[in-house]
């Protein structure tokens, strides 16, 4: 598909979504040409709610926002974090460190209420004593 090809089929799938304004080219890094030589079907817009830059496909079939730009700056980084994260490529290494961070998450949660009912059990202690001891 030509340039002009892609721009149209862009503009077509963004039909009725005015704050998403497509950007194909810009200053010293042109990341849009990047991503586009990465995979033909990327593109960068604007998010004029969100006040963000966003990468969409038109692989994808009803909705095509992709991800964030990193640091909302159309740098290297967002070309960095698309290779990352593409599951053609790293498919199941993704989804182990997906995994891998939502069990620190989980052992995090599970660390945080232990020691909170510790604590909360150091607290009532010495009231627990004495009642004991005083019988009621």
């Not at 989804?95 to 945080?112: G, P, S, T, V």
Request: glycine share 6%; charged share 35%.
């Amino acid at each position: 598909m030509g340039r002009l090809a892609f721009e149209h089929a862009v503009r077509e799938r963004l039909q009725g979504k005015r704050h998403l304004q497509p950007v194909f080219s810009t200053g010293l890094y042109n990341v849009p040409h990047a991503l586009r030589q990465y995979d033909k079907n990327l593109f960068v817009v604007w998010n004029r709610k969100r006040q963000r830059y966003e990468i969409h496909s038109l692989g994808h079939i009803h909705n095509t926002y992709a991800c964030d730009v990193p640091n909302n700056r159309l740098d290297s980084r967002a070309e960095e974090a698309i290779r990352r994260g593409d599951m053609r490529i790293h498919g199941r290494r993704v989804l182990d460190e997906i995994d891998e961070h939502n069990e620190r998450l989980e052992r995090n949660l599970e660390r945080r209420r232990r020691n909170d009912l510790m604590g909360i059990s150091e607290e009532m202690y010495p009231y627990f004593r004495r009642l004991g001891w005083e019988g009621y």
